[in-house]
């Protein structure tokens, strides 16, 4: 028996139930560390960005979701665009941002931004590590053409292969699915860094640099317990650029090759 991680379940359709919308964005309050992290991608994204925008620059959001990166991007430029396939995540989405283009819409099957749209800075949070490989590469094989010749795309992997807690909750997982093959225990994906540049080098990207969080070994995303209390050595592991890979949360800036 396959695990739900394993299934052929297509990534479009993941979100598109009544009311997903709403439990998804709810979860970054629930759970510490959805929220914790959170945080710490806020001020990335400012950061991040702020070098690559004046105020008319347009911003892409792709997979949008409920609205939440599409927010703090309208902080930073008056021409954001947020597209997304689920209109239950859209839904939560525009009752959070009135001043933004929200679109329903699959870009990697009717592009049709691409007859007249560029943007500066495209976006894409919590969706290449969940997403089937083929599409991963439509979805950068679409994005291409709608990002300036000198913009940057920016996008997360929160499922770092080579991170302890995830290798640890992924071999936990498996063991329980062996034992109790009825339960189907979830088993989280994971996405490395060497795939990651196989997919941008077949798109036509290249990573010019990266931010890393999170290389304590916590297991899950959803455990309850606080996990600021790891924040001064978090900060002490995010400025070493050997720790980029033990830790789970990488953001890629990149740039057209």
């Known amino acids: 028996m396959k695990s739900k991680s394993e299934e052929s379940v297509e990534y479009r359709l ?117 997403a089937q490989n083929s599409l991963r590469k439509e979805a950068f094989n679409a994005l291409n053409p709608l990002l300036e010749d000198d913009g940057v795309l920016i996008f997360n992997n929160h499922g770092n292969s080579s991170h302890l807690g995830l290798i640890m909750q992924r071999s936990i997982m498996k063991f329980k699915n062996f034992i109790w093959p009825k339960k189907n225990y979830f088993i989280p994906k994971k996405l490395s860094k060497s795939q990651i540049e196989e997919l941008l080098d077949e798109s036509g990207f290249k990573i010019t640099h990266c931010v890393h969080r999170n290389v304590w070994p916590i297991m899950s995303e959803k455990r309850k317990k606080d996990v600021a209390k790891f924040e001064k050595i978090e900060n002490w592991f995010s400025e070493k650029n050997f720790f980029e890979k033990l830790s789970r949360n990488v953001i890629y800036v990149c740039e057209k090759k």
């Open 14 to 130: 993941s979100h598109t139930a009544e009311g997903k919308g709403v439990s998804y964005h709810e979860s970054f309050d629930n759970y510490p560390y959805r929220r914790y992290m959170w945080i710490w991608e806020k001020k990335q994204l400012h950061e991040l960005i702020r070098p690559h925008l004046v105020k008319k620059n347009s911003i892409l959001d792709f997979a949008c979701g409920t609205g939440r990166i599409l927010a703090e991007l309208t902080k930073m430029s008056d021409n954001v665009v947020g597209v997304d396939v689920s209109e239950s995540m859209l839904s939560v989405a525009r009752e959070r941002v009135s001043n933004s283009e929200i679109l329903n819409m699959d870009i990697t099957r009717d592009n049709f931004l691409e007859v007249n749209r560029r943007f500066q800075v495209i976006v894409a949070f919590r969706f290449f590590l969940n």
